[in-house]
């Protein structure tokens, strides 16, 4: 059903016209939710407002129940080019916290899953007692784990790098285990049988034709890793005395209501992530290429 | 013959049981030596460990459809309880670092009082969010599969949000909803919004061409199609969002208590007793969530197996 | 049952289907392809005509065409007296696939219910039209049985069942027998056969087997490709209430002998 041949030109114009909309349904419902508290402003001036004063009103407040587009931009801008790499202001440098913890984390946990994948794969053992338990660890909310997690480990001494890069690891392992075991057990009867005329041992096996074969569900589950070890990343830095990241921006902004600060850390939150996923699309059609696939 | 080879296998179950207990016992002793003084404990456990992997090898080669198959996974779980309990006890680990099981189920029945209207709290948030976010995501699927410039605009962003911390809008729904459950169920509403669009969308559109054909055949309209042909074929997708959407309904709700609460909810508790250096209450809380979130979990893998029984994936 | 089409009355001299300079140029991303060129045909009611040729000469499409799956590029085309959609609208035929496409989810019966349920029939009306058709095909006590507890010639029969389940007056196969082995093709050819016979549908079958074309049709049109044309239309002088042993006899041969030489013209085997 997904056409191939031009893809970017059969949707470019329909989602620009869906966040055009967006756009303006964001507009108007600043007006409409931050309206209460300027009419009671306007009010108290005294002088005679009408539409213009309010609207005006409604898209430049300090604190306001929903900030304009403008003012996020605005403020996102500042955060980002008007303030120094290294100040507690600026979003680069929470943004490159966050971002440290995310790769870690993501780099441990695909290397934790490749290799349980690999165990589950050769061993009777793990493979019939401990996929069981990691197919029901997807049920359990682990974040609920992460402030626990961080507060413990820095009260051992780790820094926070290290702890929020656990969390991420534990969250993204998941995925990358179920991937790959998928991957590593998906070629065909009829190529595993060829191997074995070839006297092939298990790692000539693993090495020449299970990883090769399991690369697209490994691509298909970093992308998924990638994704949840920024959610990771940000919510170890939610517990009190975390200081730097864009979760203890998130969490500071609501602490002190400085409402245009989350929704600014936010846009930057929800760059990085597309950022990250891009450059793991970007990895894997490199990958591709290397390894003959159609275009 | 087989049933020497599975009395065996039962014999050493027995016998590791029996040995753990043992090894449990002299660590928990009140005077007993603890850490690098309880060498003989250790050692006993080397060899018990190798006398385990042999039985578990055992455990595992049973057939797949084997009545007790259910024992090789029920093995290394309470084993991985039990060496929790006996490291964290022989080894005096202090209690604020990792407490041990027994403290934990400690912990969960004395503040049970507490804990339970925390999980009704956080159980009420998760329900409501995921029945409006999937209820959205469906009738967006619906409207976007009907209008073809709405699925071509609303797809690739559906999929963009997949890599966007979405939980990060929990402090800008606690400013909008306040600080009861109703914050918490916008974030798990929205969070189970795209996975649902996503999943419900390729759903419909994985109808094959010849029943499509077939349809056509029927001069049968849309509505008729949809409603013989395209939605039970999109049944198993419906399902999958469905089953990732309860752990992601259940984190987002805890995550979303973390920014802002009322004094309870699960989130709330572990927060709280976090800044307390409260473990024990935290693991409890924690064991809750995992309880709700499993059975969650098994309610609709079991409601998808019996409306989705079809399907080529429950045929082996 | 199926409304009539409402403009011209179809009475039994109508012929089921007739084409004329029939033409379908499909337009891809290098080439156009004609997939059917002046394509001039008549099938008369309650006849049995077969398609055969190679994979590309449009046996497929020119039946789709018929069925309103495809749009004509140029010539006409009438089926039943009308336009094919208006055909289709009045559910004038029932169509086999290539395979089954029967509804995992749905038993045999409710299976062959399908259609029924489309157009509106009610419910004990829909179950005694069902159940007859399942006889028809020699499936019942198969009715609780769900598709893949089915072997595939026993998938096939439920989908003959269903296409008939509307009473068409035209039923359109395409290789509906290709995925299944000899043997079982043997046995359903004869079933289709005495089908055939029983309930005088029209009935146009494509296949790419020569024996299977002399053995079952009364007329057997042979098409060559690029671009997909008719290359001869063969009258079977083989006789009615025939069984698979007439397939050893030398009339049989002489009939394939005929379809191979029109194949051979049409450059099917270069």
């Given at each position: 059903m997904t056409e191939t041949r031009t893809p970017l030109r059969r949707h470019t114009l329909p989602v620009i016209a869906v966040l055009t909309a967006v756009v303006l349904i964001w507009y108007a419902a600043a007006v409409w939710l931050n309206a209460p508290q300027v009419s009671e402003r306007l009010?108290?001036?005294?002088?005679?407002?009408?539409?213009?004063?309010?609207?005006?009103?409604?898209?430049?407040?300090?604190?306001?129940?929903?900030?304009?587009?403008?003012?996020?931009?605005?403020?996102?801008?500042?955060?980002?080019?008007?303030?120094?790499?290294?100040?507690?202001?600026?979003?680069?440098?929470?943004?490159?916290?966050?971002?440290?913890?995310?790769?870690?984390?993501?780099?441990?946990?695909?290397?934790?899953?490749?290799?349980?994948?690999?165990?589950?794969?050769?061993?009777?053992?793990?493979?019939?007692?401990?996929?069981?338990?990691?197919?029901?660890?997807?049920?359990?909310?682990?974040?609920?784990?992460?402030?626990?997690?961080?507060?413990?480990?820095?009260?051992?001494?780790?820094?926070?790098?290290?702890?929020?890069?656990?969390?991420?690891?534990?969250?993204?392992?998941?995925?990358?285990?179920?991937?790959?075991?998928?991957?590593?057990?998906?070629?065909?009867?009829?190529?595993?049988?060829?191997?074995?005329?070839?006297?092939?041992?298990?790692?000539?096996?693993?090495?020449?034709?299970?990883?090769?074969?399991?690369?697209?569900?490994?691509?298909?589950?970093?992308?998924?890793?990638?994704?949840?070890?920024?959610?990771?990343?940000?919510?170890?830095?939610?517990?009190?005395?975390?200081?730097?990241?864009?979760?203890?921006?998130?969490?500071?902004?609501?602490?002190?209501?400085?409402?245009?600060q989350i929704w600014s850390a936010l846009v930057m939150a929800a760059l990085l992530g597309v950022a990250l996923v891009a450059a793991v699309r970007a990895t894997e059609n490199a990958t591709n290429r290397l390894m003959g696939a159609r275009a | 013959m087989k049933t020497g080879r599975h009395a065996l296998t039962a014999v050493a179950v027995v016998a590791l049981i029996v040995v753990a207990a043992w090894m449990l016992n002299t660590v928990n002793a009140p005077e007993a030596p603890r850490g690098k003084a309880a060498g003989m404990v250790w050692n006993t456990l080397i060899v018990w460990l190798i006398a385990l992997w042999w039985t578990l090898r055992r455990l595992a080669a049973l057939p797949a459809r084997?009545?007790?198959?259910?024992?090789?996974?029920?093995?290394?779980?309470?084993?991985?309880?039990?060496?929790?309990?006996?490291?964290?006890?022989?080894?005096?680990?202090?209690?604020?670092?990792?407490?041990?099981?027994?403290?934990?189920?400690?912990?969960?029945?004395?503040?049970?009082?507490?804990?339970?209207?925390?999980?009704?709290?956080?159980?009420?948030?998760?329900?409501?969010?995921?029945?409006?976010?999937?209820?959205?995501?469906?009738?967006?699927?619906?409207?976007?599969?009907?209008?073809?410039?709405?699925?071509?605009?609303?797809?690739?962003?559906?999929?963009?949000?997949?890599?966007?911390?979405?939980?990060?809008?929990?402090?800008?729904?606690?400013?909008?909803?306040?600080?009861?459950?109703?914050?918490?169920?916008?974030?798990?509403?929205?969070?189970?919004?795209?996975?649902?669009?996503?999943?419900?969308?390729?759903?419909?559109?994985?109808?094959?061409?010849?029943?499509?054909?077939?349809?056509?055949?029927?001069?049968?309209?849309?509505?008729?199609?949809?409603?013989?042909?395209?939605?039970?074929?999109?049944?198993?997708?419906?399902?999958?969002?469905?089953?990732?959407?309860?752990?992601?309904?259940?984190?987002?709700?805890?995550?979303?208590?973390?920014?802002?609460?009322?004094?309870?909810?699960?989130?709330?508790?572990?927060?709280?007793?976090?800044?307390?250096?409260?473990?024990?209450?935290?693991?409890?809380?924690?064991?809750?969530?995992?309880?709700?979130?499993?059975?969650?979990?098994?309610?609709?893998?079991?409601?998808?197996?019996?409306?989705t029984f079809w399907h080529p994936s429950y045929r082996k | 049952m199926a409304a009539p089409p409402s403009s011209k009355a179809s009475n039994a001299t109508t012929p089921a289907v007739v084409a004329s300079g029939l033409s379908l140029v499909f337009q891809t991303a290098d080439t156009p392809v004609t997939a059917l060129s002046n394509v001039d045909l008549t099938i008369a009611r309650g006849e049995f005509v077969s398609f055969i040729g190679p994979s590309g000469c449009g046996k497929t499409t020119l039946m789709r065409v018929i069925a309103d799956l495809e749009q004509p590029t140029a010539g006409r085309i009438e089926v039943n007296g009308t336009t094919p959609e208006q055909a289709r609208l009045a559910r004038a035929y029932g169509y086999v696939f290539q395979a089954a496409a029967l509804y995992p989810w749905r038993n045999v019966l409710r299976n062959v219910l399908l259609p029924l349920e489309i157009i509106g029939i009610p419910a004990a009306e829909r179950r005694e039209r069902a159940l007859k058709q399942l006889a028809l095909v020699g499936l019942e006590g198969f009715e609780k049985k769900y598709p893949w507890q089915l072997s595939g010639g026993m998938q096939q029969r439920v989908s003959i069942a269903r296409a008939l389940a509307l009473q068409p007056e035209l039923l359109l196969m395409d290789e509906p027998f290709g995925a299944l082995d000899e043997i079982t093709r043997d046995h359903l050819n004869e079933q289709l056969l005495r089908l055939w016979e029983r309930t005088g549908k029209t009935v146009i079958f494509v296949t790419h087997s020569i024996s299977e074309a002399v053995f079952l049709s009364n007329r057997i049109v042979v098409m060559s490709p690029r671009p997909g044309r008719i290359i001869e239309i063969i009258d079977n002088t083989l006789p009615a209430g025939r069984n698979l042993d007439v397939r050893e006899t030398p009339e049989f041969a002489a009939v394939a002998h005929r379809v191979r030489l029109a194949l051979r013209a049409g450059h099917s085997y270069d």
């Open positions: 009010e108290g001036i005294g002088e005679p407002w009408g539409w213009r004063e309010l609207v005006n009103g409604t898209w430049s407040m300090e604190r306001p129940v929903l900030p304009a587009p403008h003012q996020v931009a605005d403020n996102w801008w500042t955060s980002v080019f008007d303030t120094a790499v290294d100040s507690p202001r600026s979003l680069i440098f929470h943004a490159g916290v966050t971002l440290g913890a995310t790769v870690l984390g993501f780099a441990l946990g695909m290397a934790l899953g490749i290799l349980i994948a690999i165990g589950v794969v050769h061993s009777a053992v793990l493979d019939r007692g401990l996929m069981p338990w990691i197919i029901a660890s997807q049920t359990i909310p682990i974040l609920a784990i992460a402030p626990m997690v961080v507060v413990v480990l820095g009260s051992m001494g780790y820094p926070p790098l290290m702890s929020k890069a656990v969390i991420s690891m534990y969250l993204c392992f998941f995925p990358v285990a179920v991937g790959m075991v998928k991957g590593l057990r998906s070629p065909d009867t009829l190529q595993m049988d060829l191997m074995r005329t070839y006297n092939a041992s298990a790692v000539q096996r693993l090495f020449k034709l299970r990883l090769p074969a399991a690369v697209p569900f490994l691509f298909a589950s970093a992308k998924v890793a990638m994704a949840t070890s920024l959610v990771g990343a940000i919510v170890g830095e939610l517990p009190t005395g975390a200081q730097a990241g864009l979760g203890a921006r998130l969490l500071s902004g609501s602490y002190f209501g400085q409402t245009i | 084997h009545r007790l198959k259910w024992l090789a996974p029920a093995a290394l779980g309470a084993t991985f309880l039990y060496l929790w309990e006996l490291l964290v006890v022989g080894w005096d680990v202090p209690r604020v670092l990792l407490p041990a099981p027994h403290a934990v189920a400690d912990a969960l029945s004395a503040r049970w009082d507490v804990l339970w209207p925390d999980f009704l709290q956080t159980a009420l948030a998760v329900l409501a969010g995921y029945v409006i976010g999937n209820g959205a995501g469906l009738l967006t699927a619906f409207a976007a599969d009907r209008f073809d410039f709405l699925k071509r605009g609303l797809l690739p962003l559906a999929n963009l949000a997949g890599a966007v911390p979405i939980v990060g809008i929990a402090p800008i729904m606690v400013m909008w909803f306040g600080f009861e459950w109703h914050s918490k169920a916008a974030v798990a509403a929205v969070v189970t919004f795209f996975p649902m669009l996503i999943n419900a969308l390729a759903g419909l559109a994985a109808v094959d061409a010849m029943h499509r054909d077939l349809m056509h055949t029927y001069a049968a309209g849309h509505a008729a199609t949809l409603l013989k042909l395209r939605v039970p074929g999109a049944l198993p997708f419906i399902f999958n969002a469905l089953k990732i959407n309860s752990t992601l309904a259940l984190i987002a709700a805890i995550v979303a208590e973390f920014f802002g609460s009322p004094i309870v909810g699960l989130g709330f508790r572990i927060s709280a007793e976090v800044a307390r250096m409260n473990v024990d209450v935290v693991w409890a809380a924690i064991a809750l969530a995992a309880l709700a979130g499993s059975g969650f979990y098994g309610m609709i893998a079991l409601l998808e197996r019996g409306l | -």
